[in-house]
């Protein structure tokens, strides 16, 4: 079973990798980008076809390893 797990900045938590993405699409040229946030993506395979187990592991994962809870939220796709 595949899987993506997306890892955001919470709002009001700076950005300033997004900032600087910002200013380089700006600099190129590429007009109308108003703001820009940067975050992770991982695909995933699990073993098995148990969609529930599957997601409790992975947002197990995201909690443990994945994601900074303080700072960042996820979620979670089972595909």
Do not use: C, H
């Not at 899987?3 to 938590?13: E, F, H, M, N």
């Not at 600087?20 to 076809?49: C, N, T, W, Y």
């Amino acid at each position: 079973m595949k899987a993506r797990v997306t890892v955001t900045l919470k709002s009001g938590i700076l950005d300033p990798q997004g900032k600087a993405i910002e200013g380089a699409l700006k600099s190129l040229g590429i007009a109308g980008v108003a703001s820009v946030r940067q975050g992770k993506v991982f695909d995933i395979e699990i073993e098995g076809r148990d969609r529930k187990a599957a997601q409790a592991a992975l947002e197990q994962a995201a909690d443990k390893l994945l994601a900074n809870s303080l700072i960042e939220n996820y979620q979670v796709e089972l595909k």
